[in-house]
């Protein structure tokens, strides 16, 4: 079992930054690729990154290529989503999975964290 708990969410303008955090308990963290996925109104639960069991591969939706960045703090038990140049339609709740590889389907993760909300205004 990991739990997972998701901080570092709230309400910014657009052109803003924030920095999310998933911290993570239970069984070794460093055992587990993590995620990143995001949930607008209405619409479907949707990738956004993915980094490795130990930090050195990292895959991101090409919607939020180069304007986001995951890593992670395995001494820490902490994975981070740096988020630059916001923009409204960046607005969603933001969960933090874990599972045994780098997949961009969130079906295919185990363990989930109850999410941060991030609001971004024009």
């Known amino acids: 079992q990991v739990q997972l708990v998701e901080s570092g969410g709230g309400l910014v303008q657009a052109g803003g930054s924030l920095r999310l955090s998933c911290a993570a308990s239970?069984?070794?963290?460093?055992?587990?690729?993590m995620g990143w996925f995001r949930q607008a109104p209405g619409k479907e639960r949707e990738f956004v990154a993915t980094i490795s069991r130990n930090g050195g591969d990292t895959y991101y939706a090409a919607s939020v290529k180069g304007r986001f960045t995951i890593s992670r703090d395995n001494a820490k038990n902490t994975v981070y989503l740096e988020i630059d140049s916001l923009k409204p339609e960046d607005t969603a709740v933001y969960y933090c999975?874990?599972?045994?590889?780098?997949?961009?389907?969130?079906?295919?993760?185990?363990?989930w964290g109850q999410g941060t909300q991030v609001t971004v205004s024009s």
């Open positions: 999975a874990a599972g045994d590889r780098t997949y961009d389907y969130p079906n295919l993760y185990s363990y």
């Open positions: 239970g069984r070794t963290f460093s055992m587990y690729a």
